[in-house]
């Protein structure tokens, strides 16, 4: 089993940063891929950005490239989610996921963390 907190959510003003940081626990964390997702009021979640297990292969969706950094530190077994530039659009609950057999099913999630970005 592997467990993951988010944290590191909040309330900021557009243009502002933030960093959400994922701990996982359980599992062997550097052998995975990790995921931040996002899902928005009345929208469906959506994929953000993915890291490979070795920190050397990343991924993120248009609307973020650019702003958002993904990375991870296998030695503290923690994802990261550097968020610059944020604009209200960015608002949701962001969620990390380990995709633990590779084949994009996530099969753990943490319990999400609010980000809310005023205009």
């Known amino acids: 089993q592997v467990q993951l907190v988010e944290s590191g959510g909040g309330l900021v003003q557009a243009g502002d940063s933030l960093r959400l940081s994922c701990a996982a626990s359980?599992?062997?964390?550097?052998?995975?891929?990790m995921n931040w997702f996002r899902q928005a009021p009345g929208k469906e979640r959506e994929l953000v950005a993915t890291i490979a297990w070795s920190g050397g292969g990343t991924y993120y969706r248009d609307s973020v490239k650019g702003r958002f950094t993904i990375a991870r530190d296998n030695a503290k077994n923690t994802v990261y989610l550097q968020m610059n530039d944020l604009k209200p659009e960015d608002t949701a609950v962001y969620y990390c996921a380990a995709d633990i057999g590779g084949k994009g099913l996530y099969e753990y999630w943490g319990q999400g963390t609010q980000v809310t970005v005023s205009s």
């Open positions: 359980g599992g062997t964390f550097s052998s995975y891929a």
